[in-house]
């Protein structure tokens, strides 16, 4: 994403369960004005009911903590306008949970949906720890929520004890 430069941006993932053709529509989504069109999975078909599960799970749980809009169901498959992807390349967070961040930085956004087919060939790249580590990394970054109050918070590092 750092390199890109075109007018408009496609993030997908390159193990086609995200189908080349739902790119059209975000292509026409983007011509009626849309800076950012993300694709929403209506079903996620080779996955196991527990992957299914916690995924709903993990979605609505993030709805509840933050009050950005990140849609439900909505991985990284999405087409950003280059303005949209400028202002998201800005931010230099390190850890980055995307789908939160695209949310986050505003613009025009909208969503399409699609059909997830089972997975070609190979195996996820995302086992549960790793899956885990990007539910945390969605949480901490966007929920609205005190995890730990520090002793010395307001006080800018000088804390009285």
């Known amino acids: 994403m750092d390199l890109a430069n075109g ?4 993030i997908m993932d390159a193990d086609l369960q995200d189908p080349p053709e739902v790119v059209l529509e975000m292509a026409a989504r983007r011509r009626e004005g849309f800076d950012i069109v993300y694709a929403a999975r209506a ?3 080779g996955e196991t009911w527990v992957k299914k599960v916690t995924a709903a799970m993990f979605y609505r749980l993030l709805r509840k903590l933050t009050q950005i809009d990140i849609p439900v169901d909505v991985g990284d498959f999405r087409l950003v306008d280059h303005k949209a992807m400028e202002a998201f390349k800005a931010l230099g967070e ?3 949970y995307v789908r939160g961040m695209f949310s ?3 613009f025009k956004q909208n969503g399409v949906t699609y059909q997830r087919s089972a997975r070609f060939a190979g ?3 995302y086992p ?3 899956m885990l580590k990007l539910a945390f990394d969605g949480i901490f970054s966007f929920s609205y929520i005190k995890f730990r ?3 010395c918070s307001g006080n800018y590092g000088k804390c009285s004890r």
């Open 104 to 106: 986050w930085i505003g």
């Open 128 to 130: 549960f720890k790793k």
């Open 43 to 45: 079903e996620r078909q």
């Open 149 to 151: 109050q520090s002793p």
């Open 7 to 10: 007018k408009a941006v496609i």
């Open 94 to 96: 390190h850890n980055r």
């Open 123 to 125: 195996q996820t790249k």
